[in-house]
């Protein structure tokens, strides 16, 4: 009797999870285990969101014989402070053996806005070069010597790619103004008397020393 009573279960079993088999596949609906799932792996680089500084070499300032630092922090999700430092080094001649050059050391408090993201993405910026301009003019022999102490405020646009591996670049363009421009003149010469030479060369430096100043980036560095 217990054997038929079995037999008479069975079937209503196989029927009952048949029906359930077929509900789960008619809705295609999976839902996972409750509970801390495993972790395979951990980023120990900042990725974009975490980065709170950036250190970058600015490639653009080999084009103007110079080299370029910049130093960016994380302020807050939209603003962001730093400080570029700029050192260039430009020199010009003549074929009568006249020749000219200019030095620049100049620091740039900075900020940037960045309407996306902190550190990444499109940014529109501001800064201000302070520092100094030195002018040299030597002709026939004589070298002449004028410093200059400039500030100069710019404004640029520009875009920064930040990966998750703390790589960085960016790209931006700007131009601002040199107050006082670093204007080498006759006066300047160690030798008062006016010869063509002295001319020409004096107008090539200041050819270098313009009142714009133009302000590019092509920046490669990391974030932390």
Known sequence: MARAAQLSIAPILVLMSSSAFAQESSSGEYKPPTGEQPTYGKRYTPGASEAS?????????????????????????????????????????????????SQSLLIAPKIRLYPMQALNGVFLGGKVYLGQVNSS???????????????????????RFLSTFGFTWSL??????????????????????????????????????????VDLGFTLGVAL
């Open 53 to 101: 500084y950036v250190f970058e070499i600015n490639a653009a300032q080999l084009i103007n014989k110079g080299v370029g630092l910049e130093f960016e922090s994380k302020g807050s999700e939209s603003m962001n402070f730093g400080a570029d430092l700029l050192f260039t080094d430009k020199s010009v001649s003549l074929d009568g053996g006249a020749t000219g050059s």
């Open 172 to 213: 931006y363009g700007g131009a601002g103004v040199n107050f006082p421009r670093p204007k080498f003149e006759n006066k300047h010469l160690s030798d008062q008397s006016q010869t063509t030479a002295a001319a020409e060369i004096i107008s090539k430096v200041n050819e270098i020393n313009r009142d714009v100043r």
């Open 137 to 159: 003019i030597t002709v026939a022999g004589k070298s002449s010597d004028k410093s200059f102490n400039i500030i100069a405020p710019t404004v640029h646009v520009g875009y």
